[in-house]
């Protein structure tokens, strides 16, 4: 008689998107610190060895739970132009990581290589930048220094509690000597609800999509 394996109702609730979804709840009430494979595993109500069997380490958790989140990038329609395209897929990973604040945190410079991130935002944005005329160089260099803005832009503030970063920053600033520090001191006004505003990542955005649009570069020499 052959022996069948043994179902684990467990295991079908340790699917990937039920542990990552998890997750990204604790990391979000908690903080960075929250994120525990014994405190996911209490909140699944499943045993600690179930989600260990789905991801071994704090990597491998990690990187389930950005994968997860990349599955939320656009699918661009084709056509569409550079500059469009370009923009739409980093707003949204930057809205998805600002969201996510903790996530990012605990990353920190580990590389981001899902397969989701991959389909969804590098293949396609260096595939249109060398349909659009861009060398394998140039599309490269452009894709890293959005993807560098567009990190480095979420990872600083916690844009879910904009009274608190401005808070912090009030704090620090109104701190300072006015003698030693008179710009700083003599800007506060300025400098608080700049903490907080997205809308110096999407104008620093839209300067590298400028700067580096073919079409632009592209009627540029053919003037010259």
Not at 179 to 187: D, K
Request: charged share 20%; glycine share 6%.
């Amino acid at each position: 008689m052959t022996l069948m394996p043994r179902h684990s109702p467990s295991l079908d609730r340790a699917t990937p998107e039920r542990i990552a979804e998890t997750a990204l709840l604790l990391v979000d009430e908690g903080g960075p610190e929250a994120l525990t494979f014994r405190a996911l595993a209490a909140r699944l109500d499943i045993s600690l060895a179930s989600v260990q069997r789905r991801c071994t380490d704090l990597a491998g958790l990690l990187d389930l739970c950005t994968d997860h989140l990349a599955a939320r990038l656009p699918e661009i329609e084709p056509g569409t132009d550079w500059a469009t395209a370009t923009e739409t897929r980093f707003t949204v990973l930057y809205r998805v990581l600002a969201a996510h604040p903790g996530l990012v945190a605990l990353r920190g410079a580990r590389p981001w290589l899902g397969p989701n991130l991959l389909a969804r935002l590098v293949e396609p944005q260096l595939a249109d930048s060398l349909a659009a005329g861009m060398t394998p160089e140039e599309a490269i260099t452009a894709y890293r220094r959005m993807y560098l803005l567009t990190l480095g832009s979420a990872s600083f503030v916690d844009h879910r509690d904009p009274k608190a970063a401005q808070a912090v920053t009030r704090t620090a600033v109104a701190s300072l000597d006015p003698e030693e520090f008179p710009v700083l001191t003599g800007s506060l006004a300025a400098i608080v609800p700049a903490v907080v505003d997205h809308e110096v990542y999407y104008g620093a955005l839209r300067q590298l999509i400028h700067a580096a649009d073919p079409a632009r570069s592209g009627a540029g020499r053919n003037q010259q």
